[in-house]
C-alpha cells in the first residue's frame, strides 16, 4: 500500500541553524501539507501547496519557513533560523486532490531545537 | 477560529463499546475525519463523513449531523490496540483540517 515517508525520523539541532524536513508524498496525489505537533499539544495546520506554490497558510509559517518541491517526489519543509519553540513532530500529508479527500500522513520528523 | 471539542480522557474494557463525541464551529465545512494516532506516530485515517448519518467500517462506525455541529466515533469490540488517541478533525473552506486536541482512549482488560 502506497504511504507518505519522511526523513528524517529525528532531528537534533542548535537554535538558530537551519533545518530542512524531507518527505515523499505517495506517488499519484497532487497535494501536500505540513503539519505540526507540538508535545502534549493538537495537530496544528502549517501550510499546503499545489502546483509548486502554496495554496494556504496559516499564521504560524511566517517568513522563517519555507516549502519546495525541487523534483518530482520530494517536498521539503525548511525552517531558516531555528527557535526552542520549533521544538514539535512534523508531519507530512498528501491527498490527491484537495476537495474532500482524505489527507494521509506520513510517520513524522521529530524536531527538537536546544 | 476554529473549535473543536472532545473529551480528553475515556477508559473502557476490552469486548466494549465506546464512544467518542465531537463537537464543531467552524468557518465553513468540507467533511469532518476522525484519525487514530499512536503515541509518537502519526495519524491513520478512519473514517470521513460529509453528509449526515452513520458510516460504518467494520468495527468502527462514525456519525454526523451538521445542522447541530456533532460527530462521533463509536469502537466496538475493543481490543487493547485500540488503546490510542482519537483525533476528530474538520476540513474547512480553505481545505485546511483543522483538530481537536484528542480524546485518549485506554482499553483495560
Known amino acids: 500500500e502506497p504511504e507518505v515517508t519522511q526523513t528524517p525520523s529525528h532531528q537534533v539541532t542548535q537554535m538558530g541553524q537551519e533545518v530542512i524536513l524531507r518527505c515523499v508524498p505517495i506517488s499519484n496525489h497532487l497535494y501536500f501539507y505540513w503539519y505540526r505537533q507540538i508535545l502534549g499539544q493538537k495537530v496544528e495546520f502549517l501550510v499546503s501547496?499545489?502546483?509548486?506554490?502554496?495554496?494556504?497558510k496559516s499564521e504560524i509559517f511566517d517568513d522563517q519557513f519555507s516549502v519546495e518541491r525541487p523534483d518530482g517526489s520530494n517536498f521539503t519543509l525548511k525552517i531558516r533560523s531555528t527557535k526552542l519553540e520549533d521544538s514539535a513532530m512534523y508531519f507530512c500529508a498528501s491527498s490527491e486532490r484537495t476537495d474532500q479527500e482524505t489527507q494521509y500522513f506520513g510517520p513524522g520528523t521529530r524536531l527538537l531545537v536546544l | 477560529g476554529q473549535n473543536i471539542d472532545q473529551p480528553t480522557e475515556m477508559t473502557a474494557t476490552e469486548g466494549a463499546i465506546v464512544q467518542i463525541n465531537c463537537t464543531y464551529q467552524?468557518?465553513?465545512?468540507?467533511?469532518l475525519f476522525w484519525y487514530q494516532q499512536h503515541a509518537g506516530e502519526a495519524p491513520t485515517f478512519l473514517s470521513y463523513n460529509v453528509l449526515d448519518g452513520l458510516e460504518e467500517k467494520g468495527r468502527f462506525s462514525s456519525f454526523l449531523s451538521r445542522s447541530k455541529g456533532y460527530s462521533y466515533l463509536l469502537l466496538k469490540e475493543l481490543q487493547m490496540k485500540d488503546s490510542a488517541s482519537y483525533l476528530c478533525?474538520?476540513?474547512?473552506?480553505?481545505?485546511?483540517?483543522?483538530f481537536g486536541a484528542g480524546t485518549t482512549v485506554t482499553v483495560r482488560a
Open positions: 478533525a474538520v476540513m474547512t473552506n480553505d481545505y485546511k483540517l483543522s
Open positions: 501547496f499545489y502546483n509548486n506554490e502554496i495554496s494556504e
Open positions: 467552524t468557518s465553513g465545512f468540507n467533511g
